[in-house]
């Protein structure tokens, strides 16, 4: 599939494996219309559901772009520490903002606190890269300053880009793992994308924006990414080439 091409289509997403869900036993009842059946005990995932609810997301993620929006990634998953960081990076107006290896309670509805951790990261940062200043330090202070920092990047390195604590969307790459952060962004009113399986507990008030797939394999999270990132790419794209083509005019109107 092209990087134009955002179009998935039911094949594209069966050769993947998104439609591997869950025991039915673990099946939530919410999630009953996005199951076409059962076979070996697992839920079998309606992927013709799933591509609605992807398109309907894409049309989201380009308005968004266009409004060079942020988006807040979530996905806590062991599998997908790596997934999350480089997916943040993907977006014309990234990195975007990112947690990946675990939410920390407050951090959308304790803003003021995590802005002053965020702060204190930066000047951190700031000092161990300042070789003038760290000279005049005992080697003690110096590692202390180190030790710091290293301690406070493995919860806030990836967000330190974040403006506020209403960003345009927090998309959530596992909803199972993250209901916290879910809870939190419904109670700032931001807009949820949730990726997960047919077994969560964790899943939006509204449930317009959730996309149920197997998001225990690889292949299948990278086509859906690849497809959100193609669909805001392609809104902050639109918006430039928009205002490209009026300075253009301006400047013939000045001639």
């Known amino acids: 599939m092209s990087k134009q091409d955002t179009a998935l289509s039911l094949m594209n997403l069966y050769e993947v494996g998104a ?3 869950n025991k ?4 939530n009842p919410r999630l009953k219309e996005r199951v076409y059946g059962v076979e070996n005990g697992l839920s079998i995932i309606d992927l013709v559901e799933t591509r609605k609810s992807i398109t309907g997301i894409s049309d989201f993620l380009t308005a968004l772009g266009r409004k060079n929006r942020q988006a807040l990634i979530v996905g806590t998953s062991k599998h997908l520490t790596q997934t999350t960081a480089e997916f943040a990076e993907k977006f014309n107006n990234g990195p975007m903002p990112f947690v990946n290896y675990r939410w920390l309670g407050g951090t959308l509805t304790n803003w003021s606190t995590v802005k002053k951790t965020l702060d204190t990261l930066n ?3 700031s000092m161990e890269s300042d ?7 005992s080697k003690n202070e110096q ?13 806030f390195a990836g967000l330190v880009s974040l403006k506020n604590n209403k960003p345009g969307a927090l998309i959530v790459l596992d909803a199972p793992n993250n209901p916290i952060a879910i809870k939190e962004a419904e109670l700032m009113n931001v807009p949820v994308i949730a990726l997960t399986n047919t077994g969560t507990v964790s ?10 797939a197997n998001i225990n394999s690889t292949k299948t999270m ?3 990414l690849n497809t959100f990132v193609d669909a805001y790419n392609k809104g902050a794209q639109e918006i430039v080439k928009e205002q490209e ?3 253009d005019q301006q400047t013939n109107k000045a001639r």
């Open 203 to 212: 899943l939006p008030l509204d449930v317009s924006y959730t996309v149920v």
């Open 245 to 247: 083509e009026k300075k």
């Open 24 to 27: 039915k036993s673990r099946l």
């Open 123 to 125: 000047k951190l940062r």
């Open 131 to 137: 070789e003038k200043f760290l000279n005049k330090l």
């Open 19 to 21: 439609h591997r869900g």
């Open 222 to 224: 990278k086509l859906l």
């Open 143 to 155: 590692l202390g300053i180190k030790r710091e920092k290293v301690k406070l990047e493995k919860f």
